[in-house]
């Protein structure tokens, strides 16, 4: 994904917000979306992903730095002359007018003649598969289909880049799931640049080229949901993207990009030197659920583990287990044919090779 | 059919007890539904006393003229066979006569105002002839004494009037209300050239009405939106201002314009004193049309502020960013993506300010001079000066059909399900 930070369509740099002058809602922001990427700010409540793309949008001034599109300095375009599309998180159809005429507003503010809009309106409602609805209301639409129309209404100007803020988030799980397909492939088909806002992560997984972690206003990881799950590079990514098992340690030697550490019971273990200090520094490792064995002990990792709780998850066994004194350990057992039996109670062993455990932050 | 369903047919469902189950549960529903009534009675009893009923009388008065066939029943019994066109008979004159002098005085008194507005002169005619009707010698014939009594009694224009007052239903109130009445063959005319006042006084109902709506909606549309957009501190602040009046008595406000507006007054002083006029070009703000406007307007300002505010209240700013968004400018995104969502807001305000002003009568009383008076004026006047009830009522009616033919055209337009008032 390499050839996106080179053109760089959107960019922040050194960007910071405030709204009350005493504290940074957005700190130090350096980002680079490159063109027909598609990438998500994901993050917790109140980590400043709106306020981002209210910036980006031209709805709240940056309070230092600056927003480049397309190479050119925005800070000073209003937002009607930005050209960008933009889906909000209730959808924001104008109540008043029928489906076509809110499709039709953008165009006509562009000043496209009548043929020309109907054409392209069209073209837009069947691109959401919604062509039947034009003379509908957006109160006579369920909230599926309302956003199928926010989404065509966010298209129908052809904008190079859109904007969507959680536009998801009202809609039951099915649905969802359904729709950020559809918005996927819209993006593939369409190549148009996507910046993406929501705070689930299966959802940034599924959709997204890169996924901007957010945590109080400050990047904490960009990567590929690939590498963002395997190579987490902090703690609070680890902890926030997917399930991780985190034990405290402290740095007792390094040896080139491995440490060796030494848990708070005295044991010892490896891990790879991701994010940790030097020697005698506190350390988070980082370990997920589905690398851990259960009961083999070989390498240098092997833990004694007491089985605390087993959920049967059909495809999978959750297994919470204490690892040395902290009961919230979880493992994943795969439900296949060769898999071992366990009671709640019983004594085992758990395992990780060295390559499945990050050093991180404390 | 089956067995099976048959039997159910005839075995009839019991309750516990043993009463059947269809007699209970309609026992049970009957009790619900007299519960319902009766909380539903205290209600309807309110409506019915403080509305329909009392706009049942004002229908009755306006239409009612069976005064002078209670008064005069010996003479309207009779009325009939006068052919209308000689001097009536003597049978005529007695009956007039018996009548006259056996009603009660005050009742004569009541009968003579209502004759009056028939024909101009009964009620002269019957105070003059009541005192000579003494001296009359009942045993001879009263035709002649009564016309030696006052020769009016010879004009058969005075008898043809009473055919107009025949009927106990009459929609001759009506028909003065707009200028008209009845000749003596109950043909509708024109009033007298110098009886014309109503008409006149609807139009300018109409609009003073008009003007103020439209002067409340333009000074109330930017408030409303202050109100609306502001930060809340701020607009609980301008929201005090604007409720002010509410609490303020319309007398004081009212003194206060005078003080303001009049020929003498602060503004008149001020411009003179800044030289921006001269002394002999003091403007006539008070007590005259422009009065009555300016007065109107500030009282009725609250009632278009606050539906409008309501209505924009509800109206989240996302719609204004996305028309942004979308590429329209912010002007061209107030007009048409936020200006057409008050609209419920604007109807009701509309509808509101304009049914008030309508009835106004206190203010155009004090400040609207001679050429300031509307309707509501005439009203009050005939109910408490001249005593005509009847044209009161009349008026009465027609304003409040006036009223409903304007919510009707309103529910027609804008529909009344989107009217917020609040
Ligand atoms: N208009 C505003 N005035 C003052 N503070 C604001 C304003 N908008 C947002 N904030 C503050 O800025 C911070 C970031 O808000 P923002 O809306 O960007 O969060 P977010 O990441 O979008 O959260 P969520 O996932 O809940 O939508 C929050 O602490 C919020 O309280
Ligand atoms: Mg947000």
Not at chain 1, 138 to 160: H, K, N, T, Y
Not at chain 1, 219 to 234: H, K, V
Not at chain 2, 128 to 149: C, E, G, H, T, V
Not at chain 2, 344 to 350: C, D, I, K, Q
Request: hydrophobic share 45%.
């Amino acid at each position: 994904m390499s050839e996106f930070h080179e053109m760089g369509f959107v960019e922040f740099s050194k960007v910071q917000k405030s709204y009350d002058g005493e504290s940074l809602v957005v700190k130090d922001l350096n980002l680079s979306v490159g063109k027909g990427e598609f990438l998500t700010m994901l993050g917790p409540s109140g980590s400043g992903k709106t306020t981002c793309l209210m910036m980006l949008a031209g709805f709240e001034t940056a309070t230092h730095g600056e927003i480049l599109l397309d190479s050119r300095p925005i800070n000073n375009i209003p937002p009607h002359k930005r050209g960008i599309g933009m889906v909000f998180q209730n959808y924001a159809l104008f109540p008043h007018m029928t489906v076509n005429e809110n499709l039709s507003f953008p165009l006509e503010v562009r000043g496209q003649g009548k043929a020309e809009r109907e054409a392209n309106v069209k073209k837009a409602l069947d691109m959401v598969q919604m062509s039947e609805f034009g003379h509908r209301r957006p109160a006579q639409l369920s909230g599926g289909q309302q956003q199928r129309i926010a989404l065509a209404r966010s298209l129908v100007f052809e904008p190079d880049l859109v904007l969507m803020d959680e536009p998801l988030g009202a809609l039951d799980k099915q649905l969802r799931e359904h729709m950020q397909f559809e918005i996927k492939h819209l993006h593939e088909r369409l190549g148009v640049t996507v910046v993406y806002v929501t705070h689930d992560q299966s959802e940034a997984l599924t959709m997204s080229d890169r996924i901007a972690v957010f945590d109080d206003g400050v990047i904490q990881q960009l990567a590929s949901p690939n590498d963002l799950y395997e190579r987490p590079e902090n703690a609070f990514v680890a902890q926030f993207i997917g399930e991780n098992n985190r034990i405290d340690a402290v740095v007792s030697e390094i040896h080139g990009d491995k440490v060796l550490v030494e848990y708070n019971n005295g044991g010892k273990g490896e891990a790879l030197a991701v994010n940790c200090g030097d020697v005698g520094s506190k350390t988070t490792l980082s370990v997920r659920p589905e690398r851990v064995r259960i009961g083999e002990k070989v390498g240098v990792n092997s833990i004694d583990a007491v089985v605390k709780e087993l959920i049967y998850l059909g495809d999978h066994i959750r297994c919470r287990m204490d690892v040395m004194g902290n009961d919230e350990f979880v493992v994943k057992i795969p439900n296949s044919a060769t898999s071992i039996s366990m009671d709640v109670g019983e004594k085992t062993s758990v395992s990780w090779d060295v390559s499945d455990c990050r050093a991180l932050d404390a | 059919m089956s067995d099976a369903s048959v039997n159910v047919k005839k075995r009839q469902m019991m309750t516990a007890d043993g009463i059947p189950l269809k007699r209970s549960l309609r026992i049970s529903l009957r009790r619900e539904k007299l519960r319902g009534l009766a909380l539903l009675a205290v209600p309807a009893l309110f409506v019915i006393m403080l509305f329909i009923w009392p706009i049942y009388t004002l229908f009755q008065k306006s239409i009612d003229d069976s005064f002078v066939n209670d008064v005069l029943p010996r003479t309207m019994a009779i009325y009939e066979k006068w052919d209308g066109e000689d001097l009536p008979g003597e049978v005529h004159f007695e009956a007039m006569f018996l009548d006259l002098t056996t009603a009660e005085k005050l009742e004569i008194g009541k009968v003579s105002t209502r004759m009056n507005y028939a024909k101009s002169g009964w009620k002269s005619l019957i105070k003059k002839s009541n005192r000579k009707f003494k001296k009359f010698d009942p045993q001879k014939a009263l035709l002649p004494q009564m016309i030696k009594a006052d020769k009016r009694w010879g004009d058969i224009e005075f008898w043809k009037s009473l055919g107009i007052m025949k009927d106990r239903r009459t929609a001759g109130y009506y028909w003065n209300a707009v200028d008209r009445t009845y000749d003596s063959k109950k043909n509708v005319i024109m009033q007298p050239e110098n009886r014309r006042v109503y008409v006149m006084f609807w139009k300018r109902t109409l609009l003073v009405s008009a003007i103020v709506t439209v002067a409340c909606l333009i000074l109330a549309y930017p408030v409303a939106y202050l109100l609306a957009t502001l930060p809340l501190r701020v607009s609980n602040l301008l929201m005090i201002c604007v409720l002010m009046p509410f609490w303020t008595s319309l007398l004081v406000r009212i003194v206060a314009w005078m003080i303001m507006l009049q020929q003498q007054g602060v503004l008149n002083d001020s411009l003179v004193g800044l030289g921006i006029i001269a002394e002999e070009n003091r403007l006539p703000l008070m007590y005259n049309f422009n009065g009555t406007l300016i007065v109107m307007t500030q009282v009725l300002l609250p009632f278009m502020i606050l539906p409008l505010y309501s209505v924009m209240r509800g109206i989240p700013p996302t719609y204004m960013k996305a028309a942004q968004n979308l590429g329209a400018t912010p002007s061209w995104a107030f007009l048409r993506v936020y200006m057409p969502q008050t609209v419920p807001g604007v109807g009701a305000g509309v509808i509101l300010v304009f049914i008030v002003a309508v009835g106004y009568f206190i203010t155009p009383e004090l400040v609207g001079g001679k050429d300031g008076q509307m309707i509501g004026n005439q009203i009050a006047y005939h109910l408490r000066k001249s005593l005509n009830w009847g044209l009161a009522s009349a008026m009465g009616v027609m304003l409040l059909v006036a009223i409903l033919v304007l919510y009707w055209v309103y529910d027609k337009i804008v529909g009344i399900d989107n009217m917020r008032l609040g």
